[in-house]
């Protein structure tokens, strides 16, 4: 739906607009503020609209070759992520839950918490959780319990804390954990659908404003000769 939207509106200031703009100055007519924003607008992307796109996938090509190569770029991205409204805490939580979906079963196959850690390492795609996930080893590795070294990262959540906590006393952490999956199971989905029930509303009320603005635009010097507007 962005990309549609993004068409038309590239579409409709390249070349409907400025076919209508050229009638109203040929007419002389005095242009409001609105048709002479819109003007602008026109005229940049015809102008500088090959340029612009190019730089945008210039800037996109770049940013991807340092995301891949660069540790410390790809760290400060991979954070900015988990930053961002609305889509950032959704990200978490679906990195989250795929660390707890995948830690329960490998634990259940027996295999030792270091060497958990270290296949799940491979199945958060994200260097904070990365970054976490490291620092839990090599503090096991150094006789603390898992509860305090996930506590002391600071990025997993209460819940799965308080699923770890109680585990690790009852000596059934994969049972623990597996409630956990399940709560997500079922959360994410939910969450999902929530954030989509207000991203579609909101694109669609973008294009209409969009193209509203512009039709304001244009009908107003029109209004302005046939002695609608005086």
């Not at 002479?36 to 607008?41: D, F, G, R, T």
């Not at 190019?54 to 930053?83: G, P, S, W």
């Not at 509860?147 to 009852?170: K, Y």
Request: proline share 3%; charged share 20%; hydrophobic share 50%.
């Amino acid at each position: 739906v962005a990309v549609v939207v993004g068409i038309f509106i590239l579409f409709l200031f390249s070349s409907i607009v400025p076919g209508i703009v050229k009638i109203l100055v040929d007419l002389k007519v005095e242009l409001p503020w609105m048709t002479k924003v819109v003007m602008a607008i026109s005229d940049f992307i015809l102008n500088y609209g090959l340029y612009t796109f190019a730089a945008i996938v210039i800037t996109v090509m770049t940013t991807m070759y340092f995301y891949k190569h660069n540790a410390t770029f790809h760290y400060e991205v991979d954070r900015i992520k988990l930053k961002i409204p609305v889509f950032g805490p959704l990200t978490s939580i679906v990195l989250q839950a795929r660390f707890v979906h995948n830690f329960t079963i490998i634990h259940k196959a027996g295999i030792s918490i270091l060497e958990n850690l270290d296949l799940c390492y491979r199945f958060v795609p994200n260097r904070i959780y990365q970054s976490a996930i490291t620092r839990v080893k090599d503090d096991i590795r150094d006789g603390r319990s898992l509860t305090d070294s996930m506590r002391d990262t600071g990025v997993f959540s209460s819940l799965i804390m308080r699923m770890v906590a109680v585990g690790e006393s009852s000596g059934k952490l994969e049972y623990s954990l597996d409630q956990a999956t399940k709560f997500y199971d079922e959360e994410i989905p939910r969450r999902l659908k929530k954030v989509l029930s207000l991203l579609e509303p909101a694109l669609i009320l973008t294009l209409i404003g969009i193209v509203g603005f512009v039709a304001l635009s244009i009908f107003l010097p029109i209004l302005s000769i046939t002695g609608g507007i005086k």
